[in-house]
């Protein structure tokens, strides 16, 4: 998860931050106390969240297979009024947003 390695630089902006996924409570857990992760970590489990964000991957599996419905990478910059203010989703899971851009996008909220 790239989020860790600057999930620092959003305090001094007054930014908070958190990560959305459908994996179970107890790999999240895992997560959490294994890589240092300091912002919450939600579940989507039932896809709604993607589904609404326009993430959820329904291309590039067919259904029934495990990795139908994987959510394309994205990241949201939503305001304190809950307006998505900037979108950075990739249509390819091998791929992630690039933290330059998110960053200056978050300076400029």
Do not use: C
Not at 11 to 40: C, H
């Amino acid at each position: 998860m790239q989020l860790i390695e600057i999930q620092d630089q959003f305090p001094a902006m007054g930014i908070n931050i958190a990560a959305m996924t459908y994996d179970p409570f107890e790999f999240l857990k895992e997560v959490e106390l294994d890589e240092g992760v300091e912002f919450p970590l939600l579940q989507d489990i039932d896809r709604k969240h993607v589904t609404a964000f326009g993430i959820l991957n329904t291309t590039d599996y067919e259904p029934g297979n495990r990795a139908w419905g994987v959510p394309y990478p994205g990241i949201f910059l939503i305001d304190p009024d809950g307006v998505i203010r900037y979108k950075f989703a990739e249509e390819s899971y091998r791929v992630r947003p690039d933290f330059a851009d998110v960053l200056e996008a978050a300076a400029n909220l």
